[in-house]
């Protein structure tokens, strides 16, 4: 490990380090009994066993972190969270037999939170959506993405993610912006999917990127959604215009959008209940990352597992997320995500953390930045109360964590 001498802003020792970095550490978590942080300038300078900390180093803070776990900043990698109004009425209508489709084809759904949100002010956009981001900053969260989607006019996605930049210029916490105006077709549109699709890519996204609001695009592709040829028209653009690629994909059915996205060297494709062999395949052989959303199997009665035994055979990296939205998954709990990834898909403690740390950094394309705690990476960092890193997963009983840092900075 490499040591360094003179002044550094922070030191933070006494520490078991779950380092979540394969190559660093023992162990499932890449674990460091009894270590060491050294930050500066907002970076991990040096990390090690506390019996290797160069005795020269002369911290400007000190912390003693009195046998606490230090952890990565949590990565919430696919969420809905601005929006306005909310969907509980249609919780009571599945619960009395109608499914999601059927809702949606009805005008609920989707619909009914665009129109919601397009009466909203961009102000007003805002205050409803701190309490959403704040509940996810006090699990420990450092990183997240939010989409757009519940506009489907230019004027409204210009609007959610404005709301997402002035949030992220309010708060200590880094936000990925992502355009998802192909997420469903607005009524303007009815019957008219190819000419939407092209105000999507001809109106929208040129003053998206012109703006820089999104560094990347995602698609709705499905039966509710947009077809394949459609869903390749989107990318084909952002493509051009320098932005990145996500999807979300296979949720309903078969939809083979994973095959085109990982053609396209898609960042992530998100759901994948219904994700098929070939579709496993076509993520083995790419960087793509399978981004898994419990929350939304969960609240959907669904019944439909992903493939996640054929993924982890493949050593492909899943990601995990709250997918955040009003309608079918309102939960602002990283770690309930993680206890419903144990719990319904099946996933271990360890890969559960995985998925909400390097490889939902790597869902971001912020894998060389964050998501792990390494030599060089943003000190984005979380101290939790416990005994074992599984606690997070397994241990849903009010623990957050007892110091959270961002860039380097407590929180």
């Not at 450092?142 to 930049?165: M, W």
């Not at 271990?348 to 894998?367: C, F, Y």
Request: proline share 5%; glycine share 10%.
């Amino acid at each position: 490990m490499t040591k360094i001498t003179g002044p550094c802003d922070l030191l933070i020792t006494h520490v078991h380090i779950a380092t979540m970095d394969p190559s660093g550490g023992t162990g499932s978590y890449g674990e460091i009994p009894d270590g060491a942080v050294a930050i500066d300038q907002g970076v991990i300078q040096w990390l090690g066993a506390l019996t290797e900390l160069p005795i020269s180093l002369q911290p400007k803070t000190l912390i003693h972190g009195q046998g606490q776990w230090l952890m990565p900043g949590l990565i919430d990698c696919h969420t809905h969270l601005i929006y306005g109004g909310n969907r509980a009425t249609e919780f009571e209508q599945r619960l009395e037999g109608k499914s999601y489709s059927d809702i949606a084809r009805e005008g609920g759904g989707i619909m009914s939170t665009v129109n919601a949100t397009r009466r909203c002010s961009l102000d007003e956009l805002i205050e409803q959506s701190r309490p959403r981001l704040e509940a996810l900053l006090s699990e420990g969260v450092t990183t997240l993405e939010i989409k757009s989607g519940y506009g489907l006019n230019l004027e409204t996605e210009l609007k959610i993610l404005r709301a997402a930049r002035e949030l992220e210029q309010q708060y200590p916490v880094r936000i990925e912006k992502t355009f998802l105006g192909a997420h469903a077709l607005p009524p303007e549109f009815a019957g008219q999917p190819d000419r939407y699709i092209e105000v999507v890519c001809e109106d929208m996204l040129p003053v998206i990127a012109e703006e820089g609001l999104a560094t990347a695009v995602d698609v709705f592709c499905e039966t509710i959604g947009f077809n394949l040829s459609q869903t390749e028209k989107v990318f084909q653009r952002a493509q051009s215009l320098g932005l990145g690629i996500k999807l979300h994909g296979e949720q309903l059915s078969d939809s083979q959008g994973t095959q085109l996205a990982t053609a396209y060297d898609a960042l992530s494709v998100d759901h994948l209940e219904y994700l098929s062999e070939e579709g496993v395949k076509a993520l083995e052989n790419s960087a793509t990352v399978a981004t898994l959303l419990p929350g939304a199997f969960y609240f959907l009665k669904e019944s439909q597992l992903p493939p996640v035994e054929k993924l982890r055979a493949s050593g492909i990296p899943m990601a995990l997320a709250t997918d955040l939205n009003p309608g079918t998954s309102p939960f602002t709990s990283l770690r309930l995500m993680m206890n419903m990834a144990c719990t319904l898909f099946g996933l271990t403690p360890s890969e559960a953390l995985a998925g909400v740390t390097r490889h939902s950094a790597r869902a971001l394309g912020l894998h060389h930045h964050t998501g792990m705690i390494k030599t060089g990476y943003a000190a984005d960092l979380t101290l939790w109360p416990v005994n074992s890193p599984a606690a997070l997963a397994a241990c849903l009983t009010g623990e957050h964590p007892s110091l959270t840092l961002y860039n380097g900075e407590v929180r």
